[in-house]
């Protein structure tokens, strides 16, 4: 006796079926690993399954516009001929509506009428704040951090307008979960991930799961898989760096209060302490920067690091006014 192969039997070899596969209710673990497999096959797969998700999302957000839905031809038997001319056009709205979102879609996310539900939250400098979001996912918002929360219907998206965010993402196969960063963007469907910005750009640390951090400039668009415990950045170029694998303890020290730094520079390490507290330090002269420094400290803790320059690397502090802290050589 035969038997029918399943229709997921055999792994897609398109973005678009794999977009397809993993949307699937009978879609499984088995699928999941294919689909990593896939994916590290080629860079191009990467780009070309965040190209298939984008023009699914806008397609979601085209379905649930009732301002377009009015437009949807009704069936042709209940109508008069004139009511057929006017479906014509109705149609030709429909499919022209269809291009705009596929090309760009840049209007429909600006349409007042998206369904869609936007709120803002902030911290203040010096203070944490753990957000849980309607979907399950959680955030955390670090230090004097700002960031704007939408749900859409084909998407949940964050935009990070400032500082630094941990997400734990509930699965919503239907709604990839979207950071938006400068220039890039990060999709998840069930991880936990960081995404912070920097001064000339964006980072973005993978501690579970799997995200897609794309960028795009003009008509360019690059894209990149990262992994668990793997760490990238992009400028403001939009330009990927390669992944760096990053250590559990560094990546999460920041959630738990704690700055850990291993042989970096110490103007690193100010310009990470500085984003803690409205007390601000600074380097009596800029070759003091390069020295190396290992160590972990509370991040709310400044007289302890002050006291630990000291006692390590001999530097003495000292208040010159307008909440600024001089940090300079020990005079002998």
């Not at 699928?31 to 780009?47: G, I, K, M, T, Y």
């Not at 085209?62 to 479906?87: F, N, Q, W």
């Not at 399950?136 to 964050?158: C, F």
Request: proline share 5%; with cysteine; aromatic share 6%.
């Amino acid at each position: 006796m035969t038997t029918t192969p399943s229709p997921l039997q055999d792994f897609p070899c398109s973005a678009a079926d794999w977009l397809a596969r993993l949307l699937s209710p009978e879609c499984n673990a088995t699928d999941h690993a294919a689909f990593e497999d896939w994916l590290a096959v080629s860079p191009q797969n990467v780009l070309d399954y965040a190209e298939a998700e984008h023009i699914q999302q806008l397609t979601g957000i085209l379905k649930a516009d009732p301002g377009l839905r009015e437009v949807t031809p009704a069936p042709a038997s209940h109508m008069s001929i004139t009511r057929r001319k006017r479906t014509v056009h109705r149609s030709f709205a429909w499919a022209a509506a269809l291009l705009l979102a596929v090309c760009g879609g840049l209007w429909l996310l600006a349409d007042s009428r998206t369904t869609s539900s936007r709120s803002e939250y902030a911290t203040e400098v010096g203070k944490q704040r753990h957000l849980d979001l309607p979907d399950g996912s959680t955030l955390l918002l670090d230090t004097n951090t700002r960031i704007q929360v939408s749900y859409e219907p084909a998407k949940r998206h964050v935009t990070l307008l400032s500082g630094q965010i941990q997400a734990n993402v509930a699965h919503d196969g239907n709604r990839p979960f979207v950071v938006t960063s400068g220039i890039g963007s990060i999709r998840a469907l069930g991880t936990v991930f960081q995404v912070k910005q920097l001064n000339d750009g964006t980072s973005v640390a993978l501690l579970e799961g799997r995200v897609i951090v794309s960028t795009e400039s003009g008509p360019h668009r690059d894209a990149i898989e990262l992994r668990p415990m793997q760490e990238l950045t992009y400028d403001a170029e939009g330009k990927l760096e390669s992944p760096l694998t990053i250590e559990p303890d560094h990546a999460e020290s920041w959630t738990q209060g704690r700055l850990v730094f291993k042989e970096e520079r110490l103007a690193d390490l100010i310009a990470e302490f500085n984003r803690y507290s409205s007390d601000q330090l600074v380097l009596s002269q800029s070759e003091l920067g390069e020295i190396k420094v290992s160590g972990a400290f509370n991040a709310s803790d400044q007289p302890a690091l002050l006291s630990a320059l000291r006692e390590g690397w001999g530097l003495q502090a000292q208040s010159i006014g307008n909440n600024r802290i001089e940090l300079s050589e020990l005079q002998q």
